[in-house]
């Protein structure tokens, strides 16, 4: 029997190739498409590395704190998984196309063990024109607001994954990260009386798409319409930089997909996310 093609990662060498290839798909590809865009390939640049076997226009997987298939057939898989196999977890997820992901994982599964939760069905959506409903309150969040919103950025990173994001490191590297959303003008929200009522995100932002994340409406203005208000909001200020609005959704959050839709999102792939212990 022939031995598998094992893959590697790619270098600076890669680049345009890379960008050629994850361009194909944006919406899909925009989590590991913008920081290639932005840093290029290189490990050290974009903390992670790209892996292929074959080529990026055959095969790709993006490999960081998320492990993310990109393309490729199961053969390809297969080889991803080897690889992830040979040296310690470093992700803390596996996210991308159901397609992949989820054959991914169950090549994975008998040696990283029990996730703490599969996500399999996740509506990845898109919209290319501004909504009108906006919410006029809601606006780009400013760096001395930061530690009200971090607070409201907590509840929702604990209500949706389930874990305390200050765990570890005392919330350093959460607070890092939030701050540097707030200083690229790339966090939204709404307030009242001094708190965080509805915050947002835009997560990811290639060339050409936005990736919205991080919703979330106080509890004690939920039933409102806040979220969808809010929602509105971000995405019309991605649309109207030129670029798609996109986010994705678990399947079973049946008030938050009704938001979108009213929002005007369409759902253009399928998403799903392993989540690791």
């Known amino acids: 029997m022939l031995k598998l093609l094992g893959a590697k990662a790619l270098t600076s060498r890669d680049t345009n190739e890379v960008v050629r290839v994850l361009r194909s798909d944006p919406v899909a590809s925009c989590m ?17 590395e790209l892996w292929s076997r074959g080529g990026p226009a055959s095969s790709l997987c993006f490999s960081g704190a998320n492990l993310v298939p990109l393309f490729g057939t199961y053969d390809d898989l297969r080889s991803f998984a080897e690889r992830a196999l040979r040296s310690p977890r470093v992700c803390s997820s596996l996210v991308g196309r159901a397609e992949l ?20 069905e996740q509506p990845l959506l898109a919209l290319t024109s501004a909504p009108t409903a906006v919410d006029p309150y809601v606006r780009r969040v400013t760096v001395d607001e930061l530690d009200v919103y971090l607070t409201a950025a907590v509840a929702m990173f604990i209500e949706e994954v389930g874990v ?37 995100e835009v997560g990811s ?73």
Do not use: C
Request: glycine share 12%.
């Open 32 to 48: 590991v498409l913008a920081r290639v865009e932005e840093s290029g390939v290189e490990p050290r640049d974009n903390h992670g």
């Open 101 to 120: 992901t989820l054959p991914l994982w169950d090549m994975l599964a008998a040696d990283w063990g029990t996730p703490r939760e599969v996500r399999a």
């Open 164 to 200: 305390d994001p200050r765990a570890g490191d005392g919330g350093r590297g959460y607070r890092r990260r939030i701050a540097s959303l707030i200083a690229a003008g790339r966090a939204w929200a709404r307030f009242e009386e001094g708190r965080v009522v509805f915050k947002a």
């Open 205 to 277: 932002l290639s060339t050409s798409v936005g990736q919205i994340q991080g919703v979330w409406v106080h509890p004690l203005y939920r039933g409102r319409g806040l979220g969808t208000a809010g929602t509105a909001s971000v995405a019309a200020a991605v649309v109207d930089s030129g670029r798609t609005a996109s986010l994705y959704v678990n399947s079973f959050n049946v008030p938050a997909r009704r938001a979108y839709e009213r929002v005007g999102f369409e759902r253009v792939a399928t998403f799903s996310t392993v989540l690791l212990d």
